[in-house]
């Protein structure tokens, strides 16, 4: 399924804090709808990091439930809340990650979803003939290689800029970076996944 909505950022990049502000005078729609575009951004960011579902949609409930408790206390500053957002779910996806190295076992790759609000997460395509799914599959464990290549940071903002949706400044409040050093490291990801490819290309071709 491919992705046909605006990210979080896309409409406006404030919209996740006006709904705050909203919640917090009282409105039930308001925060229905906040909760909503926070566990939707949060499963599509723990399936691009390798999350089981399960795993996915019990960190966005986690995630969910951390953003109840604040908005009360929320005071705007300037801040984005999806800085908030995702500094919760890289800390509890962190310790997750090492809960599961404890138990000697990793959690199973999880299809990316495109599209949360209308149905529910997929990990192949109904339409795909087994051909069509091979090369999709083939497709993402590639991407999957050269990502794992990339400096820990640099990967985290190409995912929250790109799967994500986070606007530049939203990216650097939940990384604790400026918009400058986010569009440098984006840049520089960008530019290391381009020179890894071929090389990527030509090792799977000696293989085959």
């Known amino acids: 399924m491919r992705r046909t909505g605006a990210g979080p950022s896309e409409e406006n990049p404030d919209a996740l804090n006006l709904l705050v502000g909203r919640a917090k005078i ?12 926070v566990r939707r951004a949060v499963v599509r960011y723990g399936s691009a990091q390798r999350m089981s ?17 604040i908005v009360p206390e929320w005071r705007e500053t300037g801040r984005s809340m999806w800085g908030f957002v995702f500094t919760v779910a890289r800390n509890k996806l962190a310790d997750g990650v090492r809960r599961q190295v404890r138990q000697g076992a990793m959690a199973r790759p999880m299809g990316i979803d495109e599209d949360y609000n209308r149905g529910a997460l997929e990990v192949a395509d109904a339409d795909l003939g087994p051909e069509d799914r091979a090369i999709d599959s083939d497709s993402t464990k590639r991407m999957e290689r050269l990502l794992s290549q990339l400096p820990a940071t640099q990967r985290e903002v190409l995912l929250l800029r790109t799967v994500v949706g986070l606007s530049g400044k939203e990216t650097a409040d939940a990384l604790g970076l400026s918009p400058g050093s986010v569009h440098v490291l984006q840049h520089r990801a960008i530019a290391k996944l381009r020179g890894l490819y071929p090389q990527h290309a030509d090792a799977e071709g000696v293989q085959r």
């Open 53 to 69: 579902r399960d795993d996915a949609e019990d960190l966005a409930q986690e995630v969910c439930l951390a953003v109840v408790k």
């Open 26 to 37: 009282g409105d039930v729609g308001a925060l229905d709808e906040l909760l909503r575009e």
